[in-house]
């Protein structure tokens, strides 16, 4: 990144579901629901098949998973010690587990929202783009500079003000991380400075991202979290970056995987509703932001975006030509995470749900998954699309996903940690790098 500025994000107001107009609202904002070298003996960073599976064995207590769920994964024996729930049956909560259509868009209307305040951090990319990283209030002073730090990816058109993203963030803060939620372009109302937004193909703000919050905290392992877009974006990132890639683990949460194939299903039956407001919440990014986009030529086909009804018409007059492709087949089909898996070298959880109306099941990469040494894979029976109305904080509060999540990332940096000298000393905070520009509003 070439440039930063920061600023306050106020705390939010729980969601409160009314009216039927509510209920279309929340419809629509499915589309946020689907939507530096590491200094020697400091951090360490598990970027092989050996290095994953040898630290995180070391247990005798091996879970033995409920037969009500599905999991496996070159990584399987080496990682589920880590989980203390996975012996008891996935239990979807009674009103729900009928009905994936019921369960996802429940989640997406009366998740409980919980209050964060926010400094937001606006990065200008190489290209001259912005993207905004919301960190915590008060975290930069409280917590220690080897404190692990974690990137959250919001699906499609989301950010920080999800519910399911909060959710998270809390119960990692709970744990002494640092979190951080990167919006996207256009995303959580981050600003957009170029006629480009962004894609399941494009990979550059992931990369800067990555190596901005490395060099800014050198001293902490980090680790990142994605849902929906967000892990197709997240896995084709560690795919790309493989043996070099600079994380210490990874979670994987309703990943699409093959967009072809995700595409195909949006445009079927009762699935097309998500498809429709999905395509909304693109048109009101866009529209937000149509002035930037008044003299541009080439094949963008500007009023079919204003007006699209799909998110493949909004990809086909976009996005394909924004990231150079020839039809929006090409892009789908060369923007898959998949064919990402069999890359991957450092440990990586993914959970999906048999049920999942918008990533299908027959997308999941299970053979790619078994044959990695660094994976696991975990299918619940139900959950629908970011939904896992199960467990304790059903109905209203956080999914199933969450603690399963922390058991698997607090395994791998309690491995990590102990690699670590105990005789380097702490220091302070370097949050404030040379060049930072820092403004509070």
Request: charged share 20%; with cysteine; net charge neutral.
């Amino acid at each position: 990144m070439t440039g930063a500025y920061f600023y306050n994000v106020g705390s939010a107001t729980p969601i409160s579901p009314s009216s039927s107009s509510s209920y279309l609202r929340h419809l629509n904002r499915l589309s946020s629901s689907f939507s530096s070298p590491i200094p020697p003996n400091v951090r360490t960073t598990t970027t092989t098949a050996a290095a994953a599976a040898t630290p995180l064995a070391m247990s005798n207590n091996t879970t033995i998973p409920h037969k009500s769920l599905e999991v496996i994964g070159g990584a399987k024996d080496s990682f589920l010690p880590a989980f203390k729930s996975l012996h008891r049956p996935y239990s979807a909560y009674p009103v729900f587990a009928w009905n994936t259509h019921v369960e996802t868009i429940f989640a997406a209307f009366f998740r409980s929202l919980p209050d964060v305040r926010f400094r937001r951090e606006c990065l200008r990319a190489k290209d001259d783009g912005c993207v905004a990283l919301d960190w915590v209030v008060g975290d930069q002073r409280s917590l220690p500079s080897n404190s692990p730090v974690l990137i959250l990816l919001p699906g499609l058109t989301g950010g920080s003000e999800d519910s399911y993203v909060r959710h998270m963030l809390i119960r990692a803060r709970s744990k002494g991380w640092r979190v951080v939620v990167f919006n996207s372009r256009g995303c959580g109302d981050s600003p957009v400075t170029t006629p480009q937004f962004y894609s399941a193909s494009f990979l550059g703000d992931m990369s800067e991202v990555v190596s901005h919050v490395s060099a800014r905290y050198p001293k902490a392992n980090i680790y990142a979290v994605g849902w929906s877009l967000g892990a197709n974006i997240l896995v084709r990132y560690l795919g790309q970056e493989s043996d070099s890639c600079v994380l210490s683990g990874a979670v994987s949460l309703c990943n699409p995987f093959n967009l072809v194939i995700a595409d195909e299903d949006l445009r079927k039956g009762f699935k097309i509703v998500y498809n429709k407001a999905l395509a909304n919440g693109l048109r009101k990014i866009f529209k937000k932001h149509a002035p930037l986009f008044e003299e541009i030529g080439g094949e963008y086909d500007i009023p079919l975006a204003t007006n699209a009804k799909t998110i493949r018409e909004f990809d086909e007059a976009l996005t394909r030509v924004s990231f150079g492709f020839k039809s929006v087949d090409d892009y789908y089909a060369n923007s898959c995470s998949s064919d990402s898996i069999r890359n991957v070298r450092i440990p990586l959880l993914c959970i999906q749900a048999e049920n999942d109306p918008i990533a299908p099941s027959r997308a999941i990469p299970r053979e790619n998954i078994k044959e990695n040494p660094n994976c696991l894979l975990i299918v619940t029976p139900q959950g629908g699309h970011l939904g896992w109305i199960a467990g304790d904080g059903a109905p209203t509060g956080y999914p199933w996903t969450d603690p399963a999540v922390m058991d698997f990332l607090e395994h791998l940096e309690n491995a990590n940690s102990a690699a670590v000298s105990p005789n380097i000393q702490q220091v302070g905070d370097t949050s404030r790098n040379e060049g930072l520009q820092h403004v509070e509003v």
